[in-house]
């Protein structure tokens, strides 16, 4: 007795299932579909593009470089280097 029952539930179990499923279909194939999407076109506005600086050449950065090493470069200190003696 015990099998019979569980293959009947097996069985309603299945059929409710896919009696569920066909329902669902059916119900969302005949729902109304959504208006299509229209997208309008904002009005163009005209962007006023900033002019760059030209980039500089190969030449004129490595004279450019050695001239600011020139300005910038460090005073020799007069201060003694700390140092840990250890232990």
Known sequence: MQKITKSIIHVWVSLASMAAFMFGW????HTEKPAPLI???????????PS????????ELVQSSSQSMQIFQKPASS?????ARGS
């Open 26 to 29: 059916a119900i969302f194939a």
């Open 52 to 59: 760059l600086e030209p980039i500089p050449s190969i030449d």
């Open 39 to 49: 997208v309008q076109q904002p009005p163009s506005m005209q962007l006023e593009v």
């Open 79 to 83: 201060l003694p280097r700390l140092r």
